[in-house]
């Protein structure tokens, strides 16, 4: 079994704080700011239960943004999504989300 520990992060701050205010929006809000915080628990448990997605799918902008080496995505409900890539050293695993979006958006990042 794995002895490290695990960690969810966000990208940058400014995400950080977008899920945060989730918290006091409106309803619809409200609901994703709880599939986003259910999302986080199951990070923690398993960082990679969420859907890997292939390299050649990635969109440029996150390899040249991120320099990510992986892809990942967490299917929440109401078809939205959220995409997060993985790091990790000797002691510990890293899921860093980069962003959150509904499926129509997430179709359009991803050129479906």
């Known amino acids: 079994m794995?002895?490290?520990k695990i960690n969810v992060g966000f990208i940058s701050h400014k995400l950080k704080d977008q899920f945060h205010t989730l918290k006091s929006g409106k309803f619809e809000d409200k609901k994703l700011y709880d599939f986003i915080d259910r999302a986080i628990d199951d990070l923690k448990k398993n960082p990679m239960c969420g859907i890997k997605i292939q390299k050649k799918l990635w969109p440029k902008e996150y390899k040249k943004k991120?320099?990510?080496t992986n892809l990942w995505k967490y299917d929440l409900p109401n078809a939205w999504r959220?995409?997060?890539t993985i790091e990790s050293d000797e002691v510990t695993i890293?899921?860093?989300?980069?962003?959150?979006f509904s499926h129509k958006d997430y179709e359009k990042r991803f050129k479906y």
């Open 2 to 4: 794995n002895d490290k």
């Open 66 to 68: 991120y320099e990510i």
């Open 82 to 84: 959220i995409v997060y």
């Open 94 to 100: 890293v899921s860093i989300i980069l962003e959150w």
